[in-house]
């Protein structure tokens, strides 16, 4: 039976150690609180599917992010896949070269390899793999988000020219049509996850994120649940169902 993969890289609020950042562990939580993907991993739960969940919070090590700084556009602002600066451009912590070498190769690539493995199992097995990237965003903007309109949707998908098939685009905008909810392609974020050894490689290896405006599910700008969370919880366990019926 084929599985989803379901790629959860922000959800944790861990931080393995906390070498070179600022002494003000407040400061750090309630910017935690503003970048957490909150409660992703009960969202997008499932017991039959493979769920590659980063174990440490996106302010320590931010896994969707290109290893290389050079290409990476979030880089510029010090939110690349090692943060230095807070969203509102102020220093978060002095990363030297021996330090962000620790943490890519330790948790960084430990995350990848195994999403690697994963999707070479589903490929070994059903001779196709379908990856779900899933995240939530902020009903209004951060400081740094590129797409600035204060106009968000209920659900985003992100799409990838060369690894989402236009028959997953349909449904996917179909489905969420049908529901009632409002739907961005590649809007207010864009784009979807792929390990590099498949990345513009491989056609078989398909993908789609998945967006959730927080305002549909929290109490914001807290963290509480909000009476919704059940209703969008079914919302995108159907929606992933729908996916696994689709490919």
Same mark, same amino acid.
């Given at each position: 039976?084929?599985?989803?993969?379901?790629?959860?890289?922000?959800?944790?609020?861990?931080?393995?150690?906390?070498?070179?950042?600022?002494?003000?562990?407040?400061?750090?939580?309630?910017?935690?609180?503003?970048?957490?993907?909150?409660?992703?991993?009960?969202?997008?739960?499932?017991?039959?599917?493979?769920?590659?969940?980063?174990?440490?919070?996106?302010?320590?090590?931010?896994?969707?992010?290109?290893?290389?700084?050079?290409?990476?556009?979030?880089?510029?602002?010090?939110?690349?896949?090692?943060?230095?600066?807070?969203?509102?451009?102020?220093?978060?912590?002095?990363?030297?070269?021996?330090?962000?070498?620790?943490?890519?190769?330790?948790?960084?690539?430990?995350?990848?390899?195994?999403?690697?493995? /994963?999707?070479? +199992?589903?490929? @070994?097995?059903? *001779?196709?793999? %379908?990856? $779900? &990237?899933?995240?939530?965003?902020?009903?209004?903007?951060?400081?740094?988000?590129?797409?600035?309109?204060?106009?968000?949707?209920?659900?985003?998908?992100?799409?990838?020219?060369?690894?989402?098939?236009?028959?997953?685009?349909? /449904?996917?905008? +179909?489905?969420? @049509?049908?529901? *009632?909810?409002? %739907?961005? $392609? &590649?809007?207010?974020?864009?784009?979807?996850?792929?390990?590099?050894?498949?990345?513009?490689?491989?056609?078989?290896?398909?993908?789609?994120?998945?967006?959730?405006?927080?305002?549909?599910?929290?109490?914001?700008?807290?963290?509480?649940?909000?009476?919704?969370?059940?209703?969008?919880?079914?919302?995108?366990?159907?929606?992933?169902?729908?996916?696994?019926?689709?490919?």
């Amino acid at each position: 039976m084929k599985k989803l993969l379901l790629h959860i890289p922000h959800a944790s609020l861990d931080i393995p150690f906390r070498d070179g950042y600022i002494n003000d562990p407040v400061k750090i939580e309630n910017e935690q609180l503003k970048l957490t993907d909150w409660y992703t991993d009960e969202l997008f739960f499932s017991s039959t599917d493979v769920m590659i969940t980063a174990p440490f919070s996106r302010v320590f090590c931010d896994v969707e992010r290109f290893e290389n700084d050079a290409e990476e556009i979030m880089s510029k602002y010090g939110m690349g896949a090692v943060y230095t600066h807070f969203d509102n451009g102020e220093n978060l912590r002095v990363v030297t070269p021996t330090l962000r070498n620790r943490i890519m190769q330790d948790y960084y690539w430990e995350n990848h390899n195994k999403f690697t493995l /994963a999707v070479t +199992a589903e490929l @070994e097995k059903h *001779g196709k793999c %379908l990856i $779900v &990237d899933c995240h939530s965003y902020p009903s209004t903007p951060i400081t740094r988000d590129l797409n600035q309109s204060p106009i968000r949707p209920d659900f985003n998908i992100g799409i990838d020219a060369f690894h989402t098939p236009q028959f997953i685009i349909d /449904a996917s905008v +179909a489905f969420f @049509e049908e529901k *009632g909810y409002s %739907l961005g $392609v &590649d809007w207010p974020y864009s784009g979807t996850i792929v390990p590099m050894n498949f990345y513009k490689k491989n056609t078989n290896v398909f993908s789609i994120m998945l967006e959730i405006n927080r305002g549909l599910y929290l109490l914001e700008p807290s963290n509480e649940k909000s009476e919704q969370f059940t209703i969008i919880q079914q919302v995108v366990q159907e929606y992933l169902k729908m996916l696994k019926n689709s490919y």
